[in-house]
Every structure is written in C-alpha cells, then in structure tokens.
C-alpha cells in the first residue's frame, strides 16, 4: 500500500486512501461529491449514495447512478481519510460537472433524466470526469511503479480494508456493514480464509452440567 501511495500523483492520492481506508469501489470514488450528501464531516460519515458511470447512448456520457445493488449506506469516516479529503478540496477544488442522475430511480419511457451540477471531488487536469477505461490506463502505471502483481487492481484496496478490519479484530457483522455486503453471508464467503483461527473449546458441555449437578441441594453431603 505504501509503495503504491508513494508513485501516485497527488492530484489522486485521495482517491487511493477512499479505497484503501473506506473500502469503496472505484465508480464510487469517482461519484464522490462534495457536501454532505457523500462526504458528512459533522457526522464523521461517508454517504455512498452514488457511483459514476458512463453510457453513451442512453445518458449522453457521464451519469450518476446508484451504487451497485444492496451497497447503498453510511460508513464511518477515517480521521485520516478526513483529513485528507479536507487537503485534496483546498488544492483541487471539486469542478461542477452537469450530469444526469438516476439515483432516485431511471426515468419513465421517453423522458429524460434529471440533471443537476454535481461539484464531483475527483476530476482531471480540465475539470472533467474521469472514465473507468482512463482510470485503468493511469492505474498500469502506477502499478507497475509501485510494483503490484498484473492482477492487482483498484478493487484490491477494498480488499485490502477488509483483510485489516479481520485482521484487527473487528467483528463479522462490522465488517459486512463496512463493505456494505447485502448479507453476512457474502462477506464470510469472501473472506472466510482471513478470520483468526481460534482453538477449539472443548468440555464445555459437559463442564456446564458437572457444575449445575454440583449447585443441586444436597450435592454437597452426597459427594
């Protein structure tokens, strides 16, 4: 993680520590607006309410829709990842990009989606936004920069924070929360191989018992 934060420009180091200490997906880093709609500093809250994608004959291009199903929800912000947002808004201020948003639902035949200026955190060098296909183009090289394996992508830094809440102790259903995984079942199935093995107790049944015959009235004369 180090070396890969270390090749990053710093126009987009913010966007790693999104991944990497908030667990979120790529288009939803790239939907991340300014404001308390996403980023709620007085509640120490991120809002994923939003993803970035592209389609060009539906929507024109860029589009805001909701974030892949069953993810939509609150997780806690970072102090550092607080810290720096608040430092990547002071030196990039976020571009106000006029975009359809279906986040409330796709629009009845015929009918166009409702758009809206969207002060987007995460733009290019000319204030526009940054499509998956560019994103990968930028990430190549940063990868192989910090030397990551080929298959390393941006979603490994979702991966990433959930092997370090496992692996810190945080309990199955903080980390399904965390991840926003529709049931608890997802997140155990996808990262089973990381909880902490514990030994295995044994007797407890049969401990119970010998001390509850124990606790019985006359237990004491009989022995």
């Keep these: 993680m180090l070396a890969l934060v270390d090749v990053v420009p710093d ?51 860029f589009y805001l829709a909701p974030p892949k199903a069953g993810s939509v929800g609150d997780v806690d912000l970072d102090d550092h990842v607080a810290l720096v947002l608040a430092e990547h808004v002071r030196k990039y201020p976020p571009a106000l990009v006029e975009l359809p948003d279906i986040t409330a639902g796709t629009p009845d ?3 166009q989606a409702k758009r809206r200026a969207v002060p987007l ?43 370090r809440l496992i692996t810190s102790g945080a309990d199955p259903t903080d980390v399904q929360n965390a991840l926003r995984h529709s049931s608890l079942r997802i997140t155990l199935e996808t990262y089973v191989h990381w909880w902490p093995k514990k030994n295995r107790r044994r007797n407890i049944v049969s401990t119970a018992l010998r001390e509850a015959a124990g606790n019985r009235p006359g237990a004491a004369r009989s022995g």
Excluded at 20 to 36: I, K, N, Q, S, T
Excluded at 136 to 159: I, N
């Design 109 to 111: 035949p015929g009918k």
């Design 121 to 163: 955190l995460f733009t290019d060098e000319q204030g526009r936004p940054i499509h998956d296909q560019r994103w990968s183009d930028l990430w190549r090289g940063w990868r192989k920069a910090a030397g990551w394996p080929d298959e390393g992508t941006f979603h490994s830094l979702r991966h990433y924070f959930a092997t």
């Design 11 to 61: 126009r987009y180091q913010a966007a790693i520590w999104c991944g990497a200490g908030e667990g979120l997906r790529l288009g939803e880093v790239l939907g991340l607006e300014d404001g308390v709609r996403c980023v709620d500093r007085p509640r120490q809250e991120l809002h994923v309410v939003q993803q970035l994608r592209f389609h060009k004959s539906e929507y024109g291009g």
